[in-house]
């Protein structure tokens, strides 16, 4: 199977930022404008972002460097919460709709941004030198490092400068 291009690899992640946005507007659209005024729906909407949080790693491993932090909480957990509330709000309907409301919009829009941040802040796509391949290098401190080896990044535009900092005769013109 052929490698995806470049440009698929780096808009693929923004694909799946996009789609809880999205889905989250639209329950927001179809929810009466009463739903936004219960108290319900701040509850749902903060609690479910909470758990939102809890449900994804804390931190990604680095070979060699880093260990991985698994998530506080299980998919099974979280999946039983939204199977009560859901049931809550089919039983309830005028108490728990809005709780079923913004627990959905909260667990998603998390996720939306907490993914975004991901993409942008913790991850960027680069070569790698060992593996021979582009691999979403993680930031750990100030520098990026490969998951997959342990290879620190380096720009080629530092490689070159190391190289003529070590041999500065070979770097001035005769």
Known sequence: ?????LWAKRIGPWIFVIIPVVSSWFVLSVSPPETFRAPAFVTGLAGFAILARLWLPLRQS???????????????TLAASFIIVGMLATVYRDL???????????????????????????SRLLPCARCDKLRA???????????TCGKRWSSPDSRQRSMEDANPASSKPL
Not at 62 to 76: E, S, W
Not at 100 to 118: E, K, Q, R, W
């Open 62 to 76: 680095i070979k060699g460097r880093q260990k991985a932090r698994p998530a506080l909480i299980g998919t099974g």
């Open 96 to 122: 728990f709709l809005p709780l079923a409301s913004g627990a959905f919009v909260g667990f998603f829009f998390t996720n939306a941004v907490l993914l975004a941040y991901y993409v942008t802040w913790k």
């Open 1 to 5: 199977m052929n490698e995806l291009p």
């Open 137 to 147: 290098f993680l930031r750990d401190g100030k520098d990026w490092y490969c998951p």
